[in-house]
């Protein structure tokens, strides 16, 4: 369950879903929009590059190395914070070392926690994700990278379900207050049969009747060459604005059931119907509440899986010796938040 105490109904929400949120840290960064999986999108929000992973380790001693931080008594060097930087994707954007330095910090505090809880991952669950990701069983790095990313997500998914409750008057009250966005302009239903000569097309013209929404289809699966002609030269529902000025302009000026004259564009020669206008209007609570649901459990997985990660900082003996490191609210170039 993505959310634990769903008062209006269970919504699944298993980890393929957040595996496929993963798949994505191998070339961007995962920064952004919240989806059903609150808790796997507040972690990847919290790390970054989250799932880079921790690096082995050196075999030196950590008095030879740059000390850059203490945590429980381990000791955090300038050689392994860097190991760790080096392990991100390239994405062309160089986050602040400061935001990197933290989230290294906070994810050695949840592996550490997972190992504390017996929280791990199986070969065999490792394996099936793989396997749903598509991705060789010999990839190592980002094989151990996926372990890395699936326990953070298990350990997370323990610490905060008992925080995260949505209820129907909770939907409800959303809907009311946020009317505004599901407000929807008038729109048409629009189809299309697109063909590379003119003179098909208008041969093909010559067949269809106005209004015969169902001919039009069966033209469309039978002599369009566009993408849409499996679905019977379904284009789509349009407002004003969505369509390219071109299309707009053509399309616009249809009444429902007329076809257009044939259309040139850099794609070839089209023939569209708007099958049906809708006038503006309010989506229903019944059309937008299971992606209203979607929002307020994501928001609160959010909101709990920040509060775990501040309280883990909190009770941890943090010493960082680094002041352009150090990422607290504390401007003391040596603190201890114990």
Known sequence: MCGP??????????LIEWTVMFASLRSIPARGTLGRCGIGTALLLHLG??????PAGDARSPERETLLAEL????????????YLATEPDSGQVPPRKSRFRDFVVEKMLLRQAQVDGISVADEELEEQMGNLQIEAGDAEFSERLRRFLTFQKLLKVKVQDQVEVTSSDVRDFYGSQHAQFRVGDSGRVLEILVDDRARAREIRGMLAPGDVRQFQEVARLHSEGLTAETGGVLGTFERGQLPGEFEKVIMSLEPGEISDVF???????LFMVEEWIRRHH?????????????LI?????????????????????????????FRESDDHVSSTN
Do not use: M, P
């Open 5 to 14: 105490a769903a008062r209006n109904g269970d919504v699944e929400c298993g």
């Open 298 to 326: 994501a928001q609160q997985e959010n909101a709990a899986v920040d509060s775990y990660i501040d309280g883990l900082l909190a009770g941890a003996s943090l010493r960082i010796y680094d002041r352009e490191l150090d």
């Open 264 to 270: 040139r564009s850099r794609h070839g020669y089209h």
């Open 283 to 295: 989506k229903s609570l019944y059309h937008v509440q299971e992606g209203i649901f979607s929002t």
């Open 49 to 54: 590059w989250a799932g880079c992973g921790l």
């Open 72 to 83: 429980d008594e381990e000791q955090i060097t300038l050689r392994e914070f860097e190991a």
